[in-house]
């Protein structure tokens, strides 16, 4: 039986014809040892058919589609043109091998060649490989390198290119700047409360918050000339007429020290800095939420966007983050503590990073070891929904936070959960559902548009129509009224004569009688003289 090889180089597709299988077949060693000699090997394989790609955009396409296993129908035409053909209900008296078993069973499902893939097969694909400019006649030295190299790089930058709206860098550097923006202005807030309290001690005590105390600061400035005057201010920032009256009233009895003109300034000019980082804190954490809803929905559904991203960062991408098991989630952020315990054979941590999530705040501490292990295993499912599918959606997502809550229930009341299979399902059905509602919407929506247009255009017409019409109405309504005045007149000018016409119209009615009935006398006078004439007859 023939043995015929498939390769593919980055210059097109070649096809070799094996010769002497049947004393050699069994000894993968002997073909292991002949591959480095050309003189050995260039007599057992020589070349039967070579197909160029037509250019480096083809090349690629072609090495995307081998690669996934699919058989292009460039590669369908080489093949079916190269080999023998396969009669109908015969066996063939020959076999393809490939170095990839995926595009072999692929070529056998389609063509009905038969294809093999083993270790003989692929010591003979790597002496063609080695040895494959000096099969191809055409070819100059370094062209083969050159195509090799420009293929490799475009092909590893397709793979490479990800969707814009979800790398999953931006979360990680979102995260970094948010956790150290929290340091920041918690140390500036309390120097800000240090450096105030010299004026007015006694706010420090009314006001808890930090970033309403620096308002405050920048707002009141000196202490001694707060009034009733800046109440209303006064409760715009804090949103509370009493604490308002209260800063007044603690302000005429203040036993701080008065400050210079200058130390107000600078103390104004540091909580209006420290005002400014908080409010852009609060933007970048809204920037944070969105950007996690594009890259991670399910994961920010289920343990909330921080924590969300803490994960995805800590791992070193969204990528990362799905490859880990679920145990390995499950103590991310606790490295220190478990390879301590493993130097002392001590207790190994029970939770990381996943510890700031709610749910293990709410579990009683008997079970919040068994909340964390279950808490890992839905993120770590949740992290491959979203790195994996195509769709971003949050049904996923939203189901599995239900099942941590019926566990929180179980282990709290006793009330049995639900099976997963039973959730996932519902989870799929409302991921179609919603598919569904979005094409029904987008076609309402394509509709609604074409019937606003038609509306426009016959309200278009109709009010052409409109304004004709009403012109000759406007028109008609001029000519009646005039008539009708017209009338009016005559009738009060000439009653007299209307009295004196009636009396024509009748005489002329009586006159128009008689000539009416003449004629019919007459005729039937004739008709009597017939009937005598007839009863004579």
């Given at each position: 039986m023939a043995l015929y090889l498939l390769y593919e180089s980055a210059s097109?597709?070649?096809?070799?014809?094996?010769?002497?299988?049947?004393?050699?077949?069994?000894?993968?060693?002997?073909?292991?040892?002949?591959?480095?000699?050309?003189?050995?090997?260039?007599?057992?394989?020589?070349?039967?058919?070579?197909?160029?790609?037509?250019?480096?955009?083809?090349?690629?396409?072609?090495?995307n589609a081998v690669s996934e296993g699919q058989m292009t129908e460039e590669l369908r035409n080489f093949l079916e043109l190269s080999l023998p053909k396969v009669k109908e209900g015969k066996k063939p008296k020959f076999s393809l091998g490939v170095a990839d078993p995926?595009?072999?069973?692929?070529?056998?499902?389609?063509?009905?060649?038969?294809?093999?893939?083993?270790?003989?097969?692929?010591?003979?694909?790597?002496?063609?490989?080695?040895?494959?400019?000096?099969?191809?006649?055409?070819?100059?030295?370094?062209?083969?390198?050159?195509?090799?190299?420009?293929?490799?790089?475009?092909?590893?930058?397709?793979?490479?290119?990800?969707?814009?709206?979800?790398?999953?860098?931006?979360?990680?550097?979102?995260?970094?700047?948010?956790?150290?923006?929290?340091k920041d202005v918690n140390s500036f807030s309390m120097r800000v409360r240090e450096w105030y309290s010299w004026h007015f001690p006694e706010l420090v005590k009314i006001v808890n918050d930090n970033y309403l105390y620096a308002k405050l600061a920048k707002f009141i400035e000196d202490k001694s000339e707060l009034s009733e005057d800046k109440l209303s201010g006064l409760v715009d920032i804090l949103g509370d007429e009493d604490k308002a009256k209260e800063v007044v009233e603690a302000a005429k009895a203040s036993m701080g020290q008065d400050l210079s003109p200058v130390d107000l300034i600078n103390v104004k000019m540091f909580a209006q800095r420290v005002t400014e980082l908080a409010e852009y804190r609060k933007k970048l954490y809204d920037y944070l939420v969105a950007k996690m809803g594009d890259i991670a929905p399910n994961l920010a559904a289920l343990i909330g966007e921080v924590v969300g991203a803490r994960l995805i960062s800590h791992a070193g991408s969204l990528t990362n983050l799905a490859k880990c098991p679920s145990s390995t989630l499950q103590i991310l952020g606790a490295e220190k503590a478990l390879f301590r315990a493993l130097k002392t054979?001590?207790?190994?941590?029970?939770?990381?990073?996943?510890?700031?999530?709610?749910?293990?705040?709410?579990?009683?501490a008997k079970n919040k070891g068994r909340m964390a292990r279950y808490l890992a295993n839905k993120c770590s499912i949740a992290s491959r929904i979203d790195c994996f599918s195509e769709k971003s959606s949050t049904s996923f997502g939203d189901k599995l936070r239900e099942q941590v809550e019926e566990r929180l229930d179980f282990y709290d009341k006793g009330v049995a959960p639900r099976k997963n299979i039973d959730v996932m399902k519902a989870a799929m059905e409302n991921d179609s559902n919603q598919d569904t509602e979005m094409e029904v919407e987008n076609f309402s929506s394509?509709?609604?548009?074409?019937k606003k247009?038609?509306?426009?255009?016959?309200?278009?017409?109709?009010?052409?129509?409109?304004?004709?019409?009403?012109?000759?109405?406007?028109?008609?309504?001029?000519?009646?009224?005039?008539?009708?005045?017209?009338?009016?007149?005559?009738?009060?000018?000439?009653?007299?004569?209307?009295?004196?016409?009636?009396?024509?119209?009748?005489?002329?009615?009586?006159?128009?009688v008689e000539v009416v009935d003449a004629p019919t006398a007459v005729s039937e006078g004739k008709k009597k003289k017939k009937k005598k004439k007839s009863s004579v007859e």
């Open positions: 097109g597709y070649g096809l070799f014809l094996a010769h002497g299988i049947d004393e050699i077949g069994q000894n993968t060693e002997a073909v292991r040892n002949s591959v480095v000699d050309l003189n050995r090997f260039g007599k057992v394989v020589r070349i039967a058919a070579f197909n160029p790609f037509e250019s480096a955009l083809d090349a690629l396409n072609q090495c995926k595009i072999g069973s692929q070529i056998h499902e389609e063509t009905k060649i038969p294809c093999q893939s083993n270790e003989f097969v692929l010591e003979l694909i790597r002496g063609i490989r080695l040895h494959f400019d000096r099969f191809i006649d055409n070819l100059k030295p370094g062209d083969l390198e050159k195509a090799q190299l420009g293929l490799g790089h475009s092909y590893s930058r397709a793979k490479v290119k990800f969707n814009v709206n979800r790398v999953d860098n931006m979360v990680i550097q979102a995260i970094f700047l948010l956790d150290t923006l929290d054979k001590g207790n190994t941590p029970k939770y990381g990073l996943i510890f700031h999530s709610s749910f293990i705040g709410r579990a009683s394509k509709k609604s548009k074409k247009s038609k509306d426009n255009e016959a309200s278009d017409d109709g009010d052409k129509e409109n304004t004709a019409a009403n012109g000759e109405s406007k028109s008609e309504k001029k000519k009646k009224k005039r008539s009708l005045e017209e009338r009016s007149e005559s009738n009060e000018n000439g009653k007299e004569m209307g009295e004196e016409t009636e009396k024509k119209k009748k005489k002329k009615k009586s006159k128009v």
